[in-house]
């Protein structure tokens, strides 16, 4: 059977898992403003008590909400761009089913040479799992499932790795709202129709150096925690535009910044606030670990890799 080089494994695992934590409830970038944002515009003024106040509610709203669908498209460089669909829960660590779809960068391409563009990720209390196709199968003693053991990013990224199983065990949609409430930035653009709701719309920009304490309402724990996941994943600012409706729920949001590797943007919609959510284990006999397949095949799984 053909092998896959080592480091080809490792790198299209990190990628995967990178996807998957982008693709999830939350994106953390490196600043750019944001398309449609008050800085982009020019327009928005400073939010008021009462806009703080609302932000607030919909912080708690929105967390207590617990489950909802969610609809993204993420772009980073040259590297990826992917949509994401399905639904999620986060009241005791995230949980849920998205369908991920590659469509353009260099992931596409490695995608395509694995047998698909599109995998089923499935998030569990223990670990994230990735459905990929066929062709990997075949070459992976014939698992179509790599299951990534939260613990186990950290050795197979390091830093980045522990913050990626970090983020996708205790990422939160709410977790946009409270770094915009954090940013001491919060600016008011106005109200603006998205998908036939009545939403109001807010723009900030974080600077994690400089996170607030007054008028966000979270507490410093909170503040610090923010700091850390923030500063592991080598976010100096970042910008977040949000909608709220007239329920105090995240609708939508859009980042956008500027890596080391590219401009990121991320734009996700939210609805069906409180669906039932249901998600099973992959079939043991179907799963691979992803370090054991890496300890086995380590010389190769995919022939002309880079």
Known sequence: ???????????????????????????????????????????GRAATRAGLAALRAAERSTDRADSA??????????????????????????TGTLT????????????????????????????????????????????HWIRYAYDDLEDLAGGSGAYLGDRMRSTTPNQSVQLLLASGDVREVGEEEVRGERTTHYSGTVDVAGLATRDSGLGERRLA?????????????????????????????????????????????????????????????????FEELLREHGTALDDGAP
């Open 1 to 43: 059977m053909e092998r896959v080089k080592r480091g080809f494994v490792r790198r299209v695992g990190l990628v995967i898992a990178l996807a998957a934590a982008l693709t999830g409830t939350g994106a953390c970038t490196v600043a750019g403003p944001s398309d449609g944002s008050a800085e982009d515009t020019g327009t």
């Open 69 to 94: 669908r969610v609809e993204s498209t993420t772009t980073m460089g040259t590297l990826m761009s992917m949509t994401a669909d399905g639904t999620l829960r986060w009241g005791d660590g995230l």
């Open 225 to 289: 925690d923010l700091r850390k996941q923030l500063t592991e994943a080598g976010v100096t600012t970042e910008t977040v535009d949000l909608w709220i409706n007239d329920r105090n729920l995240l609708v939508k949001k859009v980042e956008k910044s500027r890596t080391a590797i590219g401009q990121l943007t991320q734009t996700a919609y939210y609805s069906d606030y409180g669906v039932r959510v249901s998600v099973e284990k992959p079939p043991a006999d179907d799963t691979g670990d």
């Open 100 to 143: 991920l779809t590659c469509t353009g960068g260099t992931l596409a391409d490695t995608m395509r040479r694995l047998g698909t563009t599109s995998m089923e990720a499935r998030y569990l209390p223990d670990a994230y799992y990735a459905r990929m196709g066929d062709a990997f199968a075949e070459q992976a003693d014939g698992k």
